[in-house]
């Protein structure tokens, strides 16, 4: 609804086209499985994981995950 609102003035023709290609971008700067894998940006992480499975025969699952922001101190060990 935002992104449909902020191309209302574009032809109908072409507002689905840019509404995806923003929801799109939005998905792969937010959700994990949907960024670029560190050492191969060129490639999801979901891409990595079915590669691994096909690789591996076994099935792999992401249970969880850090995110580490440069700068930031590290967490202190539990």
């Known amino acids: 609804m935002i992104y449909q609102a902020q191309v209302k003035d ?4 072409v ?6 290609g923003k929801l799109d971008k939005f998905y ?3 959700c994990l499985v949907e960024q670029g894998f560190i050492k191969n940006p060129d ?6 994981v079915k590669s691994k499975i096909a ?3 076994e099935n792999i ?3 969880r995950f850090t995110r580490y922001l440069v700068g930031e101190p590290l967490p202190a060990e539990a």
């Open 15 to 20: 507002v689905n086209k840019i509404v995806d």
């Open 61 to 63: 699952v992401i249970r």
């Open 43 to 48: 490639q999801t992480i979901s891409d990595l």
């Open 10 to 13: 574009k032809p109908a023709s």
């Open 55 to 57: 690789e591996l025969g």
């Open 28 to 30: 792969s700067t937010v």
